[in-house]
């Protein structure tokens, strides 16, 4: 399994990028980008979209491809009943994902969660559009059940960063905090850290741009006046 915060450290960045849209051929765009922005980008966010115009084995070849210099996340938001997301975490881990994001409303995971081994599992507490009621509604309970499951961090929204400092100031230290929405969601990069984030997730303003290698060094250079590097 590869080592998150090794990779952080080694790239001075805090930059995970979601691959869900694509332009042209999937595995074409994938290795485009993958093959460009490894000095800049930490982990790879793969999305079900993604996963659903590339096929499964499309994306495991991916992350074999490109396995050595990123780390790569598993985003299937899995939301099932506990033998499931066991099982579907063990497949994942075995497909070569370091590690996945899963849904804690479910609730009832201890079990589940307590056999995962060489695999990091990451919670959402709240989410990122503005219509996430239900969901941030419970974000006290989400983050309480979150710090008991002994997971590796949680998934909390940029565009919220309220919520992003409560989790850091609630959460054990050893927690890391991934935020999404920055760039085409409206965060500024680098404003998640600042609220105690780990990382910040971003898909489209990258993925999206004619200069993707450009607008992940904004990202970046951004991120880094921010820890200082
Ligand atoms: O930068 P974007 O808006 O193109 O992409 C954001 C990514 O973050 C996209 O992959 C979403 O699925 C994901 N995301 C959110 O946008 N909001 C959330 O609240 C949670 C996630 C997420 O990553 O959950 C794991």
């Known amino acids: 399994m590869r080592d998150l915060l090794g990779l952080a450290e080694r790239k001075k960045s805090r930059l995970i990028l979601a691959l869900d849209f694509v332009s042209g051929d999937p595995a074409v765009f994938a290795d485009r980008l993958l093959a460009a922005l490894e000095p800049l980008v930490v982990g790879v966010k793969v999305g079900l979209p993604l996963a659903l115009r590339m096929g499964f084995r499309g994306v495991c070849e991916l992350v074999e491809r490109y396995g050595s210099g990123y780390y790569f996340l598993a985003d299937f938001k899995l939301a099932d009943i506990p033998d499931v997301v066991r099982e579907e975490l063990a497949l994942l881990s075995e497909a070569g994902f370091d590690g996945s994001i899963v849904h804690l409303f479910p609730m009832g995971l201890e079990e589940a969660l307590s056999g995962v081994r060489g695999h990091d599992v990451f919670g959402l507490v709240a989410m990122s559009h503005a219509g996430s009621r239900l969901l941030d509604e419970h974000f006290e309970d989400l983050l309480r059940y979150a710090s008991r499951l002994g997971i590796r961090g949680v998934v909390a929204p940029a565009t919220k960063p309220g919520l992003v400092a ?62 200082g590097e």
Not at 168 to 196: C, N
């Open 166 to 227: 409560r989790a850091r100031a609630f959460l054990p230290e050893d927690y890391l905090i991934l935020s999404p929405g920055v760039g085409a969601q409206g965060a500024e990069p680098g404003s998640a850290l600042r609220h105690g984030a780990t990382f910040e997730i971003v898909g489209r303003s990258i993925t999206a741009s004619e200069d993707y290698y450009g607008a992940a060094e904004r990202v970046v250079e951004s991120q880094r006046r921010v820890i």
